[in-house]
């Protein structure tokens, strides 16, 4: 990291504050004096207050955080939009809108929406509509672009953020304290101090002296960046060295089975659970756990072997009375097969009842045909008469 010294300090205005009847009483412990009505600040105390800031955003960055610069009056825009971008970092240096912390869910639709312009823009899929139509939709790329181009690459909240002029900033530290994001702050004689986690007092109405503060901040952000890998290696867990100083791989594979170890002692806790339940659910199938848990001791399992049971149940009496012939004579009785041949008999009484209705049918036919004939007979007779 650039250190700075009292000296650049003295030659960018740091140590001017504001006229005295605007002073703030808290900002006292650091002030040094006035002179010609101005209060002059006490360097000796912003010197290492700076550093400790300094030192605080290298540690957040090394740690993978990210740092939002945040400056939107007029001395202030273009160093903190130069040193922001120096750093890779988000910045706000234009009008901060309401929310942008505390409701940044709203916030990335609209950061979502100039990506969109900016890729039909790219694309040239304006060329297909008219004036009308691309010069709205110009105008939208241009406003969201002025107030959320700084942060359209910033994926989540910030971890720490840097603010130039306190009392012009108040509702974007506000926000930071709700959420409880640290807030690194440039403060002047005409300021309050609550609400700043590292205090560096000083002028915040020069531009050299905004400069020296930016840049020092930026240049923290890189000096973290470089030291990124460093702390990674070392952060959690020991990591051995070989003679390049290149970290063994052994650290690795013991990081690695250790999953496998875990993955084991869950298997066993899971099998003992399954034999414990496996008696419980026996016992609930047979409806008698009593006997189950009798059965499984090994006192009782001799008892359960004796030849004299073995032999009890191998009587040859029970199997003579489950062989009975009687029962099976009875199965075998020709009468139930008598029984089961009334069917036939009765379809042939039918047959012959049917038979016998069908000659006397014809019978009838025949006699009627013969009285008929009998008639013509008579008829004709008494014609002839």
């Not at 993978?64 to 130069?82: D, N, P, Q």
């Not at 560096?200 to 952000?221: C, H, K």
């Not at 399992?301 to 049971?309: I, L, R, T, V």
């Not at 089961?340 to 009484?349: G, L």
Request: aromatic share 4%.
């Amino acid at each position: 990291m650039a250190d700075v010294t009292m000296r650049q300090m003295l030659e960018a205005g740091v140590h001017f504050g504001h006229q005295t009847r605007y002073w703030n009483p808290k900002m006292a412990p650091f002030i040094f004096g006035q002179r010609n009505k101005i209060h002059i600040i006490n360097l000796e105390k912003s010197l290492p207050m700076a550093r400790e800031a300094c030192a605080f955003v290298k540690g957040t960055v090394a740690d993978g955080g990210t740092v939002l610069f945040v400056g939107t009056k007029r001395a202030a825009r273009e160093a903190i939009r130069t040193h922001a971008a120096r750093c890779e970092m988000p910045f706000v240096s234009q009008r901060w809108l309401g929310g942008m912390l505390t409701n940044y869910k709203t916030i990335r639709q609209s950061v979502k929406r100039l990506m969109t312009l900016e890729q039909m823009a790219d694309e040239g899929a304006f060329e297909g509509l008219t004036k009308k139509e691309v010069l709205g939709l110009s105008r939208e790329q241009e406003k969201l672009e002025r107030s959320l181009g700084g942060i359209k690459k910033m994926r989540s909240l910030p971890d720490v953020m840097f603010v130039i002029d306190v009392e012009h900033e108040d509702i974007a530290i506000r926000e930071a304290r709700k959420l409880g994001i640290p807030v690194v702050a440039v403060v002047d004689t005409n300021c309050s101090p609550e609400g700043v986690d590292y205090i560096v007092p000083g002028n915040d109405d020069a531009m050299r002296a905004i400069e020296l503060y930016t840049s020092l901040i930026a240049d923290a952000v890189l000096d973290g960046k470089a030291s990124l890998p460093e702390v990674a290696l070392g952060e959690d867990e020991f990591v051995e060295l070989d003679e390049e100083g290149k970290p063994k791989k052994a650290s690795k594979k013991k990081a690695a089975r250790k999953p496998a170890a875990r993955k084991k002692a869950g298997k066993k806790a899971a099998a003992k659970k399954t034999a414990k339940k496996a008696p419980a659910k026996k016992a609930d199938a047979d409806g008698k756990p009593a006997e189950e848990a009798k059965s499984d001791k090994p006192a009782k399992e001799a008892k359960a072997d004796k030849p004299a049971k073995e032999a009890k149940a191998d009587k040859p009496a029970k199997e003579a009375k489950a062989d009975k012939p009687a029962k099976e004579a009875k199965a075998d009785k020709p009468a139930k097969e008598a029984k089961a041949d009334k069917p036939a008999k009765e379809a042939k009484a039918d047959d012959k009842a049917a038979e016998e209705k069908v000659d006397a049918a014809a019978d009838k036919k025949s006699a009627a045909q013969e009285k008929a004939e009998a008639k013509g007979d008579a008829k004709a007779a008494t014609e002839e008469k």
